[in-house]
């Protein structure tokens, strides 16, 4: 895939999706230390590799607007702008945490940022915020909706069903297929007749577009021009983003992991953060002064997400009966 | 004899069955490795995730002669196919008016202790027990697990496994050989006189353990497994019960219209059992609530030996008369 043009946006918005991303990464690579020793618990997902789909979708993004995620949702938090210590506290299984320690990682949601929830059902989420795509439309605010899925999703029925049903509607919606070639065990090429799941769209008559998913600028610019189309009235658009998983599928150790040696290795020299950095280096909007700044950042809010993360409590016993029913 | 985990258990039997049987194949969105090594990428079908799609696809394969095996994984990737196990493979032999069989076996893990919260953590199966036309089991030890597994594959309906994530890498004695275990027969995985205890899977150990401290007080417990829930051996329970006149039942399931629920139905709407009963029955399950994540909270919602102890310890205080 060519290299994107450098976006219409200004060398601080760049350097935040640099800092977004470099957020995910960091964010993740803690998580994945304090479940290997013990903090964290249940199964964690690491979206690591994959940090320019969610950060170049949800650039193009309005606070208003919402997304729906996965199982493999960190990155689609922190992109939406979610707080890390309350993410941190819910990996903890704390009170403080997002979900009150009932969720853990892959249940994170805040509502109040239009983030609709990670999922524990492979394509459990698509129907979700379809249905919110048609509040936006029946607000009238001009509000999109989008749907982050895997390429194992795009298997599952939700996915076609709420293909046709936006298309027919016009939803204001966006379908962001991640595919990373993988379903946990099984690779794409395993179960899909075609490489491609942009090539669904024309079924539905809608655009389905392929773009490069480690190239943040590429991302965000199919992911502008489908929001336009979205908040004008035209409807959805299905983005496919070639992107890789840089780890196993979830954290645990020991766990096969059958991808081809040479493929990893590969989609670890096309990493989306490096590629990132490069660009702005080369455009000249970040040195080495620069970067250190961010990463010392990250790591100052990261520092304190795990502090408040450890000094808040577990639940109560008790508080399992709660939220059962809303008042 | 020879140890194997409860996992391991239920893959000899499968590998023994597809050995046997050339018309049985298997469906999972991720191929097991070691029946794929051995019968090939036709028989141990790696599936895109579409377990809607899987579960009508073993109905159709199973009417035209084959024995399909569509293993959901955990029980609640099957929600998605609620339409195709409901509405089509309980219903088809009936409705049709038993023209053909359709011998399917399909697997789903159950339960919880993962801390993977409630979309990788239930205990449904009395959801399907609801449902006419589909057998099922629940087996506690890996020797279980082997002989009720041969013996759903060579049943001609659909049959569905639910399999303990608990209990999957615990291990017990399996023989070599080629043994079933007939649906329907509960095992007395203990014999006592006191109070008998109907326990499911993980909760038969737990139960198991209890008995053990109980029986330094002198308190002699009966532990029912009945392994198969559809069909019941209601015959077991009951006789049971008459001897020993109290009843405790354990599940990791939440009470509400639950298997717990079936029992004590079972148990009290028969005249001589009911005569025999000595205290009100008591129910040991989860919360009735989805399982939540934070390890302080799933172990609250689980019941365990202390709460198994606790529930027996109830019923042999109780008396008939308190309700009055
Ligand atoms: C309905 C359902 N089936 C199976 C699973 C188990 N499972 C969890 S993640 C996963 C692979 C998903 O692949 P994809 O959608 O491509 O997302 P990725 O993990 O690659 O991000 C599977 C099979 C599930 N969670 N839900």
């Known amino acids: 895939m060519p290299t994107s043009l450098s976006p219409n946006l200004a060398p601080d918005k760049q350097r935040e999706m640099l800092r977004q991303m470099l957020t995910i990464r960091r964010f993740e690579e803690r998580a994945s230390a304090d479940y290997n020793a013990g903090k964290i618990y249940g199964v964690v997902h690491c979206y690591i590799g994959e940090e320019a789909t969610a950060v170049g979708v949800c650039t193009a993004l309005g606070r208003g607007d919402r997304i729906i995620?996965?199982?493999?949702?960190h990155g689609h938090c922190i992109a939406k702008g979610a707080d890390l210590n309350r993410m941190m506290a819910e990996l903890y299984g704390r009170q403080t945490g997002y979900c009150k320690g009932k969720g853990g990682s892959m249940h994170i949601a805040d509502f109040g940022i239009g983030m609709l929830g990670a999922n524990g059902i492979v394509a459990g989420g698509i129907s979700i915020i379809t249905g919110a795509g048609l509040a936006a439309q029946m607000e009238g605010k001009g509000g999109v909706a989008v749907s982050f899925f895997g390429d194992g999703a795009s298997n599952a029925g939700p996915f076609h069903e709420c293909l046709n049903i936006a298309a027919t509607w016009k939803l204001p919606m966006l379908y962001v297929c991640e595919n990373n070639l993988h379903a946990a065990q099984t690779s794409a090429a395993q179960?899909?007749?075609?490489?491609?799941?942009?090539?669904?769209a024309a079924g539905y008559g809608i655009p389905g577009i392929v773009v490069d998913g480690n190239d943040v600028f590429a991302v965000y610019q199919a992911a502008n021009a489908a929001v336009d189309r979205a908040r004008s009235g035209g409807g959805p658009t299905l983005i496919e983003c070639k992107t890789y998983r840089q780890r196993a599928h979830t954290e645990r150790k020991g766990q096969a992991d059958p991808r081809d040696k040479a493929e990893v290795d590969a989609w670890m020299r096309k990493d989306p953060i490096a590629l990132l950095e490069r660009r702005l280096r080369e455009q000249g909007e970040l040195?080495?002064?620069?970067?250190?700044?961010?990463?010392?950042?990250?790591?100052?809010?990261?520092?304190?997400?795990?502090?408040?993360a450890e000094a808040s409590p577990f639940p109560l016993p008790e508080h399992a009966t709660d939220d059962v029913f809303s008042a | 004899m020879r140890e194997l985990t409860y996992n391991e258990a239920a893959l000899e039997a499968i590998a023994e069955e597809m050995r046997r049987d050339p018309k049985i194949f298997y469906m999972s969105t991720d191929a097991l490795p070691p029946l794929l090594k051995e019968f090939g990428p036709q028989r141990i079908r790696a599936t895109p995730i579409t377990e809607a799609a899987l579960t009508g696809m073993a109905i159709g394969a199973a009417g035209c002669g084959f024995r399909p095996i569509v293993d959901w994984r955990q029980v609640t990737f099957c929600f998605v196919a609620m339409d195709q196990i409901v509405n089509q493979a309980a219903k088809i032999h009936y409705m049709f008016g038993g023209q053909v069989n359709f011998p399917i076996l399909y697997r789903a893990a159950v339960g919880g202790g993962g801390l993977v919260a409630a979309q990788h953590s239930q205990s449904p199966y009395s959801m399907f027990m609801n449902v006419a036309g589909l057998k099922m089991f629940l087996p506690s030890t890996p020797h279980d697990m082997k002989g009720l597994l041969k013996t759903a594959i060579r049943d001609n309906n659909p049959v569905i496994s639910f399999e303990s994530s608990r209990l999957m890498a615990r291990k017990g004695p399996v023989p070599e050989d080629d043994y079933t275990i007939p649906f329907g027969v509960a095992d007395i995985k203990?014999?006592?006189d006191d109070v008998t205890v109907v326990a499911l899977a993980w909760l038969v150990h737990e139960a198991l353990a209890a008995a053990e401290e109980l029986a330094k007080e002198g308190v002699s417990v009966e532990i029912v497994d009945p392994r198969t829930l559809v069909p019941l051996d209601t015959e077991t329970i009951r006789n049971s019960v008459q001897k020993t006149g109290r009843l405790v039942i354990a599940d990791e399931a939440g009470p509400t219209a639950g298997f717990s629920a079936e029992v004590a139905a079972l148990v009290t709407e028969d005249a001589a059992t009911f005569a025999a009963l000595k205290a009100p029955v008591k129910r040991v399950c989860a919360l009735q609530v989805p399982i939540p994540y934070s390890p302080v909270l799933e172990n609250h919602v689980f019941p365990d030996r202390g709460r198994i102890t606790a529930g027996i310890r109830e019923v042999l205080r109780g008396r008939r008369s308190e309700a009055a």
């Open chain 1, 287 to 308: 040195d080495d002064a620069g970067l250190q700044s961010i990463e010392g950042d990250i790591m100052a809010a990261l520092e304190a997400a795990i502090a408040f």
């Open chain 1, 69 to 73: 995620s996965t199982h493999r949702g």
């Open chain 2, 190 to 192: 203990r014999e006592g």
């Open chain 1, 191 to 200: 179960t899909h007749a075609l490489p491609d799941v942009a090539g669904r």
